[in-house]
């Protein structure tokens, strides 16, 4: 064999009749949910707008052949950061079971659960700052998301209609309206808490501010059900 022979030569031989190497099966779920979590960090961090398939794929460590393969597009693939993280909350929600308790201590739950929820998730906040500045295009054009609230809307109409029947709530209340105030109680605390913190001069991530928001809001929540219009 010539010197220009062996370095033209394959360094490793199949045996005559062996079976050709198995390539390593792609955990395919793994990859999407890394691809979807790189995709929520970029879209909360640089917006819509802003956000690149390139960075995307770059924090996952996935090729971004994989990414428009498994999600399509940056707007596909956006509509399903949206669905996941309302997919999320409301599972959380689900597994509450508030139809066992009491109304005032469902109430109680969901309230905490719903605080608890934004203050461990303050991604949650910030994505839906980004719908927001798109006007809620993304959100009109997903299907499903309908089908995911109306089983919440419904919960608290029951809790509502439980606590009205036994007196201890008032009768005239919106369930949708009362979940706004809910949810708008944690969501504000948690997406200004920064600024909040600079303007009063103490530290509202403090776990004893927390825990005082934590219950303000469902003291709040309470006193406002169980009190009756004139």
């Not at 809910?182 to 001069?201: C, E, K």
Request: glycine letters at 6%; one cysteine or more.
């Amino acid at each position: 064999m010539t010197q220009g022979q062996a370095e033209t030569a394959p360094v490793t031989r199949r045996r005559k009749g062996a079976a050709p190497a198995t390539p390593r099966p792609r955990d395919a779920e793994k990859t999407k949910a890394l691809i979807l979590k790189a995709a929520r960090d970029e879209f909360c961090e640089q917006g819509f707008n802003g956000a690149r398939v390139d960075a995307i794929a770059a924090r996952a460590k996935a090729n971004k052949r994989l990414l428009y393969h498994y999600y399509g597009n940056k707007e596909a693939l956006y509509s399903a950061v949206l669905l996941d993280a309302y997919r999320e909350i409301r599972q959380g929600e689900k597994q509450l079971t508030l139809n066992q308790y009491d109304p005032v201590e469902a109430v109680d739950r969901m309230v905490r659960f719903t605080f608890r929820h934004f203050l461990a998730n303050p991604w949650f906040p910030r994505l839906l700052a980004v719908e927001n500045l798109q006007n809620g295009r993304f959100l009109k054009q997903i299907e499903d998301i309908p089908a995911l609230h109306s089983p919440l809307v419904a919960e608290l109409r029951e809790i509502l209609r439980r606590g009205g029947e036994s007196g201890v709530f008032r009768a005239d209340v919106d369930p949708m309206q009362l979940y706004i105030s809910i949810a708008g109680l944690g969501y504000f605390y948690v997406s200004n808490m920064t600024t909040l913190s600079v303007i009063f001069g103490r530290d509202l991530s403090q776990f004893a501010l927390i825990q005082e928001r934590e219950a303000q809001a469902v003291q709040m929540v309470l006193d406002y059900l169980r009190t009756r219009r004139p």
